[in-house]
């Protein structure tokens, strides 16, 4: 699909703007309550980020505080490259789209794209360019009459994100943009938003809660709990490692065990001996290891794949199989195995199998 003209004037005409977003020590309170406590990074011009963290942990807040629709009790923000923490929204040049679109009912699709452009007065014929440019990019042509009650939720997603691009803003903010839509249409979203991407280069930054989605467009994830960003970083480091323990628990799944530095550099648990460094002697650590880190084989492959376990439950998991397996005593492993290879392997309740651990974080109890 051919670029639309927006992209051009963007990837040309403003080629070399900064457009970052830089925040500094930002902090929010509610009535003693502190919703973000000291936040600073910086998203670089061009990037896709994403804002990633449970309910209640502060994103939307600080979202907000980026957008000038709250202002912190302390910080400040930095757009396009100048200090903008006590300017108006309006003035900060940024495009907002809220979870549950906040189109007005009353207009009709053109309408709503065209709102920000008359209210700064636009002359008709470019409004009419405009318009005409940004539903070509949000793939809306021929349904520019249309009210919102007589779109899809997908496509009323699509018109607030045209709406919020419609001032050419510099800087892009999605709060929850796909929140409020059933699974398959998420993914196409998903698919999508990257596309917008990579064709307007407009600096976003987005909020969710749904790692999948975050490990799936952006380039930079900020995971954030209680207020506070815990990591920082590309998917591939968020997912391969995993910077505090509740970024380990909270992307992707995994195992979880405590154990105790009994022997120089190991931690042993049952059978298996988890080599760690820095850690004295008595310290309790806790280690974690993906489903799919664990690998499953119905012969021993010394000396990595050394360890019986049973087989005591199976669960059907789409392309994948999931293994609850025994290793005796009270403990248990989860493994993942992809399902071709549980069918041909022989992988049933009650089989016996060998298993070894080929990846695993480890960080201090205390």
């Not at 489903?291 to 499953?296: F, L």
């Not at 998991?317 to 195995?337: C, D, F, S, W, Y």
């Not at 069918?343 to 049933?348: M, V």
Request: glycine content about 8%.
């Amino acid at each position: 699909m051919d670029a639309p003209p927006f992209a051009n004037e963007v990837n040309g005409d403003e080629r070399g703007t900064v457009m970052s977003i830089e925040v500094q020590h930002l902090t929010k309170r509610f009535n003693g309550f502190t919703a973000v406590h000291d936040v600073s990074f910086r998203v670089e011009t061009g990037e896709l980020v994403a804002l990633l963290g449970p309910s209640g942990c502060g994103k939307s807040t600080l979202l907000r505080i980026i957008s000038g629709l709250e202002i912190p009790d302390g910080g400040e923000i930095h757009l396009t490259g100048k200090e903008t923490t006590q300017v108006s929204p309006r003035d900060r040049n940024v495009g907002f789209v809220f979870q549950h679109y906040a189109l007005f009912k009353h207009m009709t699709v053109y309408e709503n794209i065209a709102f920000g452009l008359k209210v700064r007065k636009l002359p008709k014929q470019e409004i009419e360019c405009r318009v005409s440019e940004l539903l070509g990019l949000v793939q809306l042509k021929g349904l520019e009459k249309r009210y919102p009650f007589q779109l899809s939720g997908g496509q009323r997603q699509r018109v607030a994100v045209a709406r919020a691009l419609a001032p050419s803003p510099r800087v892009l903010l999605l709060d929850e943009p796909f929140g409020a839509l059933d699974t398959k249409v998420r993914e196409e979203l998903r698919e999508w938003i990257q596309q917008l991407h990579e064709h307007s280069q407009v600096t976003t930054l987005f909020v969710t809660h749904d790692q999948h989605e975050a490990l799936e467009i952006a380039n930079k994830i900020l995971v954030m709990n209680s207020g506070r960003i815990e990591q920082n970083g590309t998917p591939l480091e968020i997912f391969d490692r995993p910077a505090t323990p509740f970024v380990a628990e909270f992307v992707g799944e995994n195992n979880f065990i405590e154990a105790e530095v009994t022997e120089p550099h190991l931690v042993p648990w049952g059978p298996f001996r988890f080599p760690v460094n820095g850690y004295p002697l008595g310290e309790k650590i806790r280690i974690y290891f993906r489903p799919h880190d664990v690998y499953v084989s119905s012969l021993p492959e010394y000396p990595h794949v050394d360890v019986k376990a049973k087989i005591m439950k199976t669960r059907f998991r789409g392309p994948m199989t999931e293994l609850n397996l025994h290793i005796g005593g009270n403990k248990q492993v989860i493994a993942h195995v992809p399902k071709g290879v549980s069918l041909t392997s022989g992988f049933i309740e009650g089989s016996e199998v060998y298993i070894g651990i080929t990846a695993f974080h480890a960080f201090s109890k205390s």
